[in-house]
């Protein structure tokens, strides 16, 4: 697996293995997937992209009500158009979000009735109104209401005020929206005294809302919450109220999210109560909680978010080692009889684990299975993470007693796993390639003028996450240093992974040095803030043995948290397996064989349609084969091709996720395999001093700019436009790649959040007719980050314009084109440079 356990003490035996056990045969119903929501997860119509959020399969999402005070973005009826297009579920409207102030100011019920009104009458007159939910009172234990007060005379009058307040509104709400759903009580932890009080009030005043709400924010949540779950469920059922569907808006702490092994302990235990939850909004809006990094770049959290969006059928019984314990293993699982697919997800501890599945079904799996094991790592909340990595493929035989056993050995307990289990086939599978790793802590490096400080732990819960739960700051001294001892079992290229942070205010440099010669300079982009982790990654020749990595401080201060050193022995290749791609149609699933990724084929007829997806380092061309017994269609950003069994495809992919769509009308197809690091061979590049500005538009010197300048002051008026003109070689769909920065921001003095602004351009190509495109922020004015953006050039010259007639562009450095599909090249392109 991905790792060894340290060797045990003198005299001291091995720790056995934990037991994570699946019992296929104990349904708990259909999977719900209704624990991926987030709370501000989306900022703007486009914050994430398409691409990041469609493979996601949200459920729900909280915002704010249209024009609210609360945030600068984030608003419900704009993000909707987003949301609902990638196949988004419902939007929470947190109703007392109108508000300005944090908490919420208190200017009397009939202030507050007045704001209700305008926003339902503006969600029910939207065409998708009726997926919308209202949430009128927001932690009303603490805000306005002080619910959670100790005293009971005073608890009651607090009470009574509220429940004759959710009365009033309740009913304003449906008179405005007969069909309106209403959620509540809403408050910042469970509470039965306060809950059995609020059904029996709501039951007899016939005022219940549609689904009950409150928030899990504490981390013994992880230990609690099957117990206020069934508390509810007692308090309805000695009511006599049917089951309302629970929505835990609000989850976890900092130090959970981004990190894909304490995610799969909330997830886990929500999906087997079949309950929605929502991620907290502890930081800044349109990143779905901290899985998505920039708008279209996955980290481990997306991956796991996707591997539980790819879970089918009905979700069965788990069974931990500690049930209901905070930081231990936990998992989820499904099993598709249709498919003829069971899925694991766990993580949560270190160490080794034992995955045992009962009850396999012989006529569905047959006496022999493949399993497939993959791991999605921590990368930091910014940091990017690649498709995740196969551990293991392997077949296993179906005990007498109908089990099987899957063994992971080396476990860290901030990632998660995945187990896939398929029917075996004829053949066996191609083993997995893991290159060697070895991790190296910054804190048990050597620190020279710096300081080791604890991040994330139970005492520190809404503290960042942090590797180890330590890292090194305060790297502020001209001699301050941290030097890493590793060693590397042969000579060669080493892929050097550095998760840090950088709250400098703009790129921020250390000299990297090899055994103290050839110092090598090393930029980090901005983060949120120096706990806010994120991931550079370079590359390092190295002998075979010892040797000391120093990260000395350059321009700026760097907080360093962990190293990693990967072999670095092939072009870069990944196989994405076809029967685990999203479909459409009725394709069917074929595991006669089990050679290649061993998942078997899925075959695919007219009207059938499996999308993929793929991962790209960075912006650029990379091979795409299609591994079929037949030509399939591919389309991506809009241009469709035919992809020949076989035969190398050269596509540009965008720097993220990319969503490539297979069709056919008979063709058997294993996986669609991706390799290369990123061609810009046959690209177009255009610096900002090659385009023609009007207006106030002008060039800005700046050293962090490719060219050394940069396009600023555009937009704001009809005047100010910025024109570049692109020669295509030939005419069809291009990708328009945008180098671009702002930080924008509009702080309205919130206790945690970072209220960032995203800006819009108005691109037209030729004579077409306007795009309006959203640029998050970049952290600085001198982080330049990519968006790309599909057009149709014709062949020849093609005016390409940027304006806003009322704000402000983004500063563009300069913009690169790419034709989708493009010609045959044996260049693979750069290695990531320093």
């Known amino acids: 697996m991905s790792g060894t356990l340290p060797a045990a003490g003198p005299g001291a035996a091995p720790a056995a293995p934990q037991r994570l056990t699946v019992h296929l045969a104990a349904s708990e119903g259909p999977v719900t997937l209704g624990a991926n929501g987030a709370l501000y997860g989306l900022s703007d119509d486009g914050v994430p992209s398409d691409a990041a959020l469609e493979p996601l399969k949200i459920t729900s999402i909280s915002q704010k009500p249209e024009g609210g005070a609360q945030h600068p973005n984030g608003d419900a009826l704009s993000v909707s158009r987003s949301f609902f297009r990638n196949g988004g579920g419902e939007i929470n409207v947190l109703m007392q979000d ?23 009458a503006k969600v029910s007159a939207d065409p998708n109104g009726d997926r919308f939910v209202y949430i009128p009172f927001n932690e009303p234990d603490q805000i306005w209401y002080d619910l959670g007060v100790a005293d009971r005379k005073r608890y009651e009058a607090n009470r009574d005020r509220f429940f004759r307040d959710w009365k009033t509104v309740f009913r304003r709400i449906r008179a405005i929206d007969p069909a309106a759903r209403i959620a509540g009580p809403n408050e910042t932890g469970y509470h039965h005294r306060l809950m059995a009080d609020f059904l029996a009030f709501a039951q007899r005043e016939d005022v219940l809302p549609q689904i009950l709400t409150w928030h899990e924010l504490s981390p013994d949540s992880l230990r609690d919450f099957q117990g206020h779950h069934d508390d509810c469920r007692s308090i309805e059922r000695r009511l006599g109220i049917a089951p309302l569907r629970i929505s835990i808006d609000e989850y976890a702490n900092r130090r959970d999210l981004s990190v894909p092994g304490q995610l799969v302990q909330w997830v886990s235990m929500f999906e087997r109560n079949k309950v929605y939850a929502n991620q907290a909004y502890w930081d800044a809006a349109g990143n779905m909680s901290g899985a998505v990094v920039r708008t279209n770049i996955p980290n481990g959290a997306w991956w796991f978010f996707r591997w539980y969006a790819g ?13 209901d314990a905070v930081d231990t293993l936990q998992g989820l699982a499904s099993f598709d009889a249709s498919r003829r697919q069971a899925q694991v997800l766990l993580g949560g501890s270190d160490g080794d684990a034992d995955v045992v599945l ?12 493949t399993a497939t094991v993959a791991e999605a790592a921590w990368s930091g909340y910014e940091g990017q993470h690649a498709a995740p990595t196969i551990l293991l493929r392997a077949i296993l035989d179906v005990a007498d007693d109908g089990s099987v056993t899957v063994p992971l050995r080396g476990l860290h307990r901030m990632s998660a796993y995945r187990i896939v289990v398929t029917p075996g086939g004829t053949g066996v599978p191609a083993p997995a390639s893991v290159p060697w790793s070895a991790s190296y802590e910054a804190e048990d490096a050597t620190v020279t003028g710096g300081e080791v400080r604890t991040h994330g732990t139970m005492d520190d819960a809404n503290g960042y996450a942090a590797s180890g739960t330590k890292d090194v700051g305060f790297l502020d001294t001209p001699a301050a240093k941290v030097d890493f001892r590793v060693t590397v079992p042969a000579d060669g290229r080493y892929d050097l992974a550095i998760l840090y942070g950088n709250q400098s205010g703009a790129p921020a440099t250390q000299r990297l040095l090899v055994d103290g010669a050839g110092p090598v300079t090393v930029t980090y982009p901005s983060t949120q803030n120096e706990a806010h982790r994120a991931r550079k990654d370079l590359c390092v020749e190295l002998t075979a043995g010892a040797h000391v990595l120093t990260l000395a401080r350059g321009d700026a201060q760097v907080a360093l948290d962990r190293i990693d050193l990967t072999a670095n022995t092939a072009v870069p290749s990944t196989s994405y397996e076809a029967t685990l791609a999203d479909i459409t149609g009725q394709p069917s699933y074929d595991y006669s064989s089990s050679a290649d990724v061993g998942t078997g084929a899925l075959v695919l007829r007219e009207g059938d349609r499996a999308v993929f997806d793929v991962y790209a380092p960075r912006d650029g061309y990379f091979t795409v084969t299609a591994r079929s017994s037949a030509p399939v269609r591919l389309a991506l950003h809009g241009a469709q091709t035919t992809a020949t069994p076989g035969v190398p495809l050269r596509l540009y992919l965008v720097a993220g996720n990319n969503r490539v769509a297979l069709t056919a009308q008979d063709a058997a197809v294993r996986s669609l395999d991706v390799a290369g690091t990123g061609s810009t061979d ?5 610096g900002a001093a090659s385009a023609a500005l009007a207006g106030t538009a002008k060039l800005v010197a700046c050293a962090h700019a490719p060219g050394g300048v ?7 008026s009809p005047a100010d436009t910025a024109e570049f003109t692109v020669l295509a070689p030939s005419a069809g769909r291009h990708v328009l790649v945008v180098h671009y920065a702002h930080d924008d921001r509009r702080d309205n003095g919130h206790a945690y959040n970072t209220d960032i602004v995203s800006r819009t351009a108005d691109i037209t190509v030729g004579a077409a007719a306007p795009r309006r495109v959203v640029f998050k922020n970049t952290w600085s004015v001198n982080d330049f980050w990519t968006l790309g953006v599909p057009v149709d050039l014709e062949q020849g010259a093609n005016r390409v314009t940027f304006a806003n007639a009322t704000a402000r562009v983004p500063d ?16 693979d392109g750069p290695r990531p440079a320093p």
């Open 98 to 120: 109108v508000c300005a102030r944090w908490p919420y100011e208190d200017l009397g019920l009939e202030d507050y009735l007045d704001r209700v009104d305008d926003i339902v």
């Open 812 to 827: 563009i450095a300069h913009v690169e084109v790419g034709r989708v599909v493009g010609p045959p090249s044996g260049d």
């Open 311 to 323: 879970l089918t059928g009905d979700t069965v019984r788990v069974g931990p080692p500690r049930a």
């Open 710 to 716: 940069r396009i600023g002051e555009l937009g704001g």
């Open 682 to 686: 046959g690209v177009l590049s255009y």
């Open 358 to 369: 009962r009850d396999v079904p012989r006529s569905l799996l047959g006496r022999t299975v």
